[in-house]
């Protein structure tokens, strides 16, 4: 590797790719010392047979989990507070649903409370 910076690209991010590149470098390298530290702590136990055995574990652990999965969070801010269309219902113009005609759905009335016990169909 060389000490020359990366050269920008269209919008002169060289930071955010650096960082990135950072990470990636860091969690290989966390990686790398969490598993050198559990093949010692097996050695340290159990001699070479403790350290064989930590070793297969870690390969165990590798294949059942498999590679790590992104699952970033998609966060989206709304202008105002969502409409509860329970209580408030849903009105629609004719040129938002494309009709001729006007589409008012009023909210549904409450329905009283299940009040008792269930009775058992067994006879």
Do not use: C, F, W, Y
Request: hydrophobic share 40%; charged share 30%.
């Amino acid at each position: 590797m060389s000490d020359e910076p990366a050269p920008p690209d269209e919008e002169g991010h060289v930071a955010a790719r650096s960082a990135a590149a950072e990470r990636e470098l860091l969690a290989a390298a966390n990686e790398i010392a969490r598993n050198n530290a559990m093949r010692a702590r097996g050695r340290q136990i159990g001699g070479l047979a403790g350290a064989a055995v930590a070793g297969a574990m870690i390969a165990i652990r590798d294949i059942v989990e498999g590679p790590p999965k992104d699952e970033g969070a998609v966060v989206v801010d709304a202008p105002t507070e969502p409409e509860d269309i329970d209580t408030d219902g849903l009105e629609l113009a004719a040129d938002d649903i494309g009709g001729g005609h006007d589409l008012a759905v009023p909210a549904q009335p409450r329905r009283a409370p299940i009040v008792g016990r269930r009775t058992s169909r067994r006879r």
